[in-house]
């Protein structure tokens, strides 16, 4: 079945660095073009930013172009999101998500909390 | 403030018809799909609609979604207390080069 795992929250102080995982399995990863989707506290889903399904492709939201850098490895059915400079209104659930072209987000993952506070 | 314009809230009883509407532009809904996902406190968002009023596998018919220009509704027909949740509709901006959700509405069943 196809699952999705992300890994690698916690707190961190503004100015610093994170990096989330996600491992997929259960589906052929590199056909599909793969996400990141935040909800911070107490706020609505917000899309963070996509990677194409060979890689070739990125694309963020303004408030983290420049911070935020997505990556995947086909080889090892893994996504990554590397967070730098992190600000307060990062904080958030990331989750990651997979679609194919009009299919929809279709498949979740459980997310990860992110807390950015000193 | 949220491109994909959503009314905060939404209500009705069991077994009633609600439905959700969600205003966007031409760049976004005017020229492309619409999608809508169901979010529960804890868990993650579920896949409710997409390419419109396309239902994925599992998803009951009572829910439907229909698109008109730039906007779009989701439509949930014999309301259950399961439904009780937040919904989102998400359509891609040209403009923008990025998707977009809407500020999401409150489904509560009395």
């Known amino acids: 079945q196809v699952q999705l795992v992300e890994s690698g929250g916690g707190v961190v102080q503004p100015g610093r660095s994170l990096r989330l995982s996600c491992a997929a399995s259960g589906f052929t990863f590199s056909t599909y073009a793969m996400h990141w989707i935040r909800q911070a506290p107490g706020k609505g889903l917000e899309w963070v930013t996509f990677v194409t399904n060979d890689g070739s492709g990125k694309f963020y939201t303004d408030s983290v172009k420049g911070r935020f850098t997505i990556s995947r490895d086909n080889s090892k059915n893994t996504l990554s999101l590397q967070m730098d400079n992190l600000r307060a209104e990062d904080t958030a659930v990331y989750y990651c998500?997979?679609?194919?072209?009009?299919?929809?987000?279709?498949?979740w993952g459980q997310g990860t909390p992110v807390t950015v506070s000193s | 403030q949220s491109v994909l314009t959503q009314p905060p809230s939404a209500s009705g009883t069991p077994g009633q018809r609600v439905t959700i509407s969600c205003s966007g532009s031409s760049s976004n809904i005017g020229s492309g799909y619409v999608y809508w996902y169901q979010k529960l406190p804890g868990t993650a968002p579920k896949l409710l609609i997409y390419?419109?009023?396309q239902r994925p596998s599992g998803v009951p018919d009572r829910f439907s979604g229909s698109k008109s220009g730039t906007s779009a509704s989701l439509a949930i027909s014999g309301l259950r207390s399961e439904d009780e949740a937040d919904y989102y509709c998400?359509?891609?901006?040209?403009?923008?080069?990025?998707?977009?959700f809407g500020g999401g509405t409150k489904l509560t069943v009395l």
């Open positions: 390419k419109n009023n």
């Open positions: 998500a997979r679609d194919l072209p009009n299919t929809g987000f279709d498949y």
């Open positions: 998400s359509a891609w901006d040209g403009s923008l080069t990025g998707w977009l």
